[in-house]
C-alpha cells in the first residue's frame, strides 16, 4: 500500500510529487498522455509567447503614438515556429525534470477506482493511503462542428499551426478565446469573435466590461449572444452560418479556420469516481472543499484544473503541494489555501480581477465602496502611449478593508500584484495609501482609485 | 506673522501649500521662476516622453526577437515636439492648479533670511512662525565648458532641441545621464558617455552592476573614469578632447552636442541660512534630521531635492506634505517619513534600488545573505524576448527580515513596488515566499531570488 497516489502529472501532480518525494519514497505518480503540463505545452506559455509577438508588432504598428513616423513591413511566417521552439524549450525543462524522478514512481495509463483505496491502470490494482487527483481538463467539444476536420481548432491544435492563418471565427469569448483572438488580430489575422454571453473574458464589473467592449469594438468584429447555427467546409473555406442579433438574418462569413474556445471540460470522469460513492457520479457537484480540495471527508484531494472555478497555473501546484501535507497528516486536513483569488487575461491592455469581483460583491449583497480612475489621462500612461481604460478597488464600506479589484489597463498583471500581496495581509484603504508610488508610475492610477474610494467614504462618515 | 512660509513652488513647495491651505489661511508661498516643477517640466515627465519614444522604436527595430522579421523606416522629426507637448500638457496642469491659488498667497521674488524668522523678498520683509524651505536643486555648471555656447546641454535644455542631434556627447553616468544617453542612443543618435566614475546608475551591487554594464557595453560608446579635457567649437562641430584610460593617448571625438548631466546642485546658497546661525553657511553640513527635515531645532523644514540623497518625486511631495504637519505642531515634531527607499532609472531594462543598497549593508557591516535570480532565462522575460539582467534581494542573516534589494530587468519598477510595499511592511522571507506569484509574470523571477536566500539561509542553519 502506497502513502501517495498522484493521478495526473500536470502542473497540480508535478508540484505534488516534488512535495511527496521530500517526505516519503513510497508513492506512485500516474499519467496518461505526454508527462509535460497543459500549461506549458498549450496553454500559459505558447499562448504568451505568441502575445508577444502580437504586442510587439502592434506597438511597432503604433509607432505613431509615440511620435514616430513608420514605414513597417513585415514577414510573420516565423512567428508560429518561435512559438513552438520556445513551447519546446519550456515542456523539455518540465520532461527534464520527470526524466530525474526514479522509474520506479511512474506509470503511464489511465487510472479508475475500484474502491476508495484501491485504483486499476492498465488492468493492475494498485493501493493507497491516500491519493491526490490532478487530471486536469481538455477543450470542450462539439461534435457536430468537428465535421470540419481539421479546420476546427482548439487551444490544444491551434499552436500546431505551420503558419498563421488568414482568417479565423473563434467561438467563444472567455479568457483563452480573448487572449488568441485579440493576439491573431495583431498579427494581421481577420478575426470574428461568436460568443453565447455579452461579456469579453473574466470582468464582472458593468463600467470595466464597457471599457472592454469599447476597446475591442474597435478592433475585432464581435458577435454577443450568437453561436454558429452551422460550420460546414467548402473547398478552402469554413463556411460559418449565424443569426445575426440585429435584424434576425441568417448571415455567413468564410474563414480559413474556426477556433472552438468555449470553455473546457474536466477529465475526472475517467476515474469512477462513482466506485466511491455512487453519488460521485455526478462530477460537477463533487463534495470538495474549496480550501482544502478535500473529497468529503475521504483522505482524496482533487486539485488543479480538474475542478476548479480559476483554472490558474499558480493555484494548481500550490493546491499540489498542501494536498501532500494534508495526505500525510491525515485525518487531520489543516494545510488550507490562503492565496487570495487573482486572474490575469494577458490581451492589450491586460484584464485582471484580484480577490472579490464586482459580481461576487453584488450578489452576497455586501456593503462595499467602489474607487475608479480612468487611465486616459494618467500620466505614465499617457506617457506610454497607452492610456486606455481603468481601475475600479472595491472597499468594505464599514471596516474599509481591501475586499478585491477589477483592472483593464496596459501591465494590469503588476497592479495585481500589488492587490493581491496587499489582500493577504487584509491591508485596508488607510494602509494602501499609505505606500509608496513612484512618479511616474502606473501604480499612480492605483493609487488616484484608492483616492477615489477614500473620498466617497469620508464624505458618508 | 505668517503660521508658515513655504519658499520654492515645485513638487515639495506645492505638495506642501496644499496640507497647509487645508489648515491655514495665514501662509505664504514664494517662487522664483516658474510656477511649475522640475518634475513636469525639466524631469521626470519629459525625460519619460523621450524614453518612451525610444523604447517603442528600440521594441520595433528588434522584432525579430519574437519571430517577426521587419523591413522598418522610421522618421523621428516629431519626437522631440512630441516631448514638449505632453510635458506642456503636465506643466500646464500644474499651473492650472497654481492658478487656482489665492493671489495673496504667492510671491515671486528670490527669498532669503534676515533672522530665524524673517525673510527678505524683493526688498521686502515678511516673517513666519515656521519656514518651509523646497527651493530645490539645478544642473550643476561648468564655466570652462559653457564656452561652447548653446552646443553644451543640460537636463534642462535638452527638450528644447528641435530635432535629435546626429551625436552627442554625455558626461556623466548617474541616473539622468543613463535614462537620456540610452534613450538617444536608441532614438539612432550617435552617444558617448564620459564618466568620472566606474559605474553606470544607481546599482552598487558588483553582480548587478556587471551585468549593467555588460548590456551598456554592448550598446554605447563608455569611457570610465574619464573627463573631457576640454571642448571646444569647431564650425559646425564640437570637438571633446580627453586621454584615453587604456593608452593614455590625448584623443578627441566630434559630436554635435555635449551633455553636461554631472548632477545637480542645491540652490539652498541663495537662503542665506548662515543669518540664522553662521555655521550654516556650509549647506552640504546642515543639521537636518533624515526623517523629519528639520533644520536643527528650528521650526525650519528643507524638503524635496534642495537637500536629499535621493531626489525622487514622490518623497519631495511626502516631505512637503509631513513637514506642513510638524511645523503646525511645533515645537512637536513627530510626522516623520515612514517610506521605504525607492529609485527607479528608466533605462532599458530598467534599474532599481529598495530599501538598502548592497553598499549600504556592506559599510554597515550587517550580517546579510544575498539571493539572486538571473532572467537570462526567466520564463516570462524569455518569452517577452527581453530576457536580460537580474535581480539580488537582501535579507538580515538572523531575522531573515527584507532589507533591500537591487535589480535591473525589464519592469522592474513592478518589482521594486512590490518589494517597497513589502518593506513597509516589514516582511520576512517566509512571508514573501508565501505571496501569489502568477504564472508566467516576471514576479516569478523575484520567487527565485527569494529561494535562492531561502536555501542559504536553511542550509546555514
Chains 1, 2 share one sequence.
Not at 50 to 66: G, P, Y
Not at 309 to 327: F, L
Request: hydrophobic share 35%; proline share 3%; aromatic share 8%.
Amino acid at each position: 500500500m502506497y502513502d501517495i497516489i498522484i493521478i495526473g502529472a500536470g502542473s497540480a501532480g508535478i508540484s505534488a510529487y516534488k512535495q511527496a518525494v521530500k517526505h516519503t519514497d513510497n508513492i506512485l505518480i500516474i499519467n496518461h498522455g505526454p508527462w509535460d503540463t497543459t500549461c506549458a505545452r498549450v496553454g500559459c506559455m505558447p499562448s504568451k509567447l505568441l502575445i508577444s509577438s502580437a504586442n510587439r508588432l502592434h506597438d511597432a504598428q503604433t509607432l505613431e503614438n509615440v511620435g514616430i513616423q513608420a514605414n513597417l513591413k513585415v514577414d510573420t511566417s516565423n512567428v508560429m515556429s518561435r512559438v513552438r521552439k520556445y513551447r519546446d524549450h519550456f515542456t523539455s525543462a518540465v520532461l527534464e525534470d520527470v526524466n530525474s524522478w526514479k522509474d520506479k514512481h511512474k506509470i503511464n495509463g489511465i487510472a479508475s477506482f475500484i474502491d476508495k483505496s484501491t485504483i486499476q491502470v492498465n488492468n493492475q490494482t494498485y493501493q493507497a493511503k491516500s491519493f491526490i487527483l490532478a487530471v486536469g481538463s481538455e477543450p470542450r467539444r462539439n461534435e457536430e462542428w468537428e465535421k470540419i476536420g481539421n479546420r476546427l481548432l482548439t487551444s490544444d491544435t491551434i499552436f500546431e499551426l505551420e503558419q498563421l492563418p488568414q482568417s479565423i471565427a473563434v467561438i467563444g469569448s472567455g479568457s483563452i478565446a480573448t487572449e488568441l483572438a485579440e493576439a491573431l488580430y495583431h498579427l494581421g489575422v481577420e478575426v470574428t469573435i461568436f460568443s453565447r454571453s455579452s461579456h469579453i473574458a473574466i470582468a464582472t464589473s458593468p463600467k470595466i466590461q464597457s471599457l472592454i467592449q469599447e476597446n475591442f469594438n474597435q478592433k475585432l468584429n464581435i458577435h454577443f449572444e450568437t453561436t454558429p447555427t452551422s460550420l460546414t467546409k467548402e473547398k478552402e473555406w469554413v463556411c460559418v452560418k449565424y443569426k445575426n442579433r440585429e435584424n434576425q438574418n441568417e448571415e455567413e462569413i468564410k474563414v480559413e479556420y474556426v477556433l472552438n474556445a468555449t470553455g473546457r471540460t474536466s477529465l475526472l470522469s475517467s476515474l469512477k469516481l462513482e466506485n466511491i460513492e455512487s453519488s460521485f457520479s455526478d462530477i460537477k457537484n463533487l463534495p470538495i472543499d474549496n480550501s482544502t480540495k478535500q473529497l468529503k471527508n475521504y483522505p482524496i484531494f482533487i486539485v488543479g484544473d480538474a475542478y476548479t472555478t480559476t483554472p490558474v497555473q499558480h493555484e494548481a501546484s500550490y493546491e499540489g503541494k498542501i494536498s501532500v501535507n494534508n495526505c500525510l497528516s491525515y485525518p487531520n486536513v489543516n494545510d488550507k489555501k490562503t492565496y487570495p483569488p487573482l486572474s490575469i487575461v494577458f490581451s492589450s491592455p491586460e484584464i485582471a480581477v484580484v480577490g472579490k469581483s464586482y459580481k461576487q460583491l453584488k450578489d452576497a449583497e455586501h456593503k462595499f465602496t467602489v474607487g475608479f480612475a480612468s487611465y486616459t489621462d494618467q500620466g505614465r500612461a499617457t506617457v506610454l502611449g497607452k492610456n486606455i481604460g481603468g481601475i475600479e478597488v472595491y472597499f468594505d464600506s464599514t471596516t474599509q478593508e481591501l475586499l478585491g479589484a477589477e483592472i483593464y489597463v496596459t501591465e494590469a498583471e503588476h497592479l495585481a500584484h500589488l492587490l493581491a500581496w496587499s489582500l493577504s495581509e487584509k491591508a485596508n484603504l488607510k494602509q494602501l495609501l499609505s505606500k509608496p508610488y513612484y512618479h511616474p508610475t502606473l501604480e499612480e492610477g492605483l493609487r488616484t482609485s484608492l483616492r477615489d474610494a477614500y473620498s466617497q467614504l469620508k464624505s458618508s462618515d
